[in-house]
């Protein structure tokens, strides 16, 4: 197996794994209740999506 040549500065190192970090995902809020929810899904507290009741929520939870 190849072994390398020259050992690799911690900052060569670290520039190569810049991209390997995690991102918080977006968030918005949904226009009917107000709550958190991810963009393009249904809002799970109310059930609405793009103005329209998608799912019915019970509200005895």
Excluded: F, N, W
Excluded at 12 to 17: A, C, I
Excluded at 20 to 40: F, I, N, V, Y
């Amino acid at each position: 197996m190849p072994l390398p040549k020259y050992k690799l500065s911690k900052s060569r190192r670290d520039k190569r794994r810049t991209h390997q970090k995690l991102d918080a995902p977006g968030l918005s809020t949904c226009s009917q209740c107000g709550e958190t929810k991810l963009p393009h899904h249904v809002c799970l507290s109310c059930g609405t999506y793009k103005g329209r009741t998608v799912i019915e929520i019970e509200e005895g939870k």
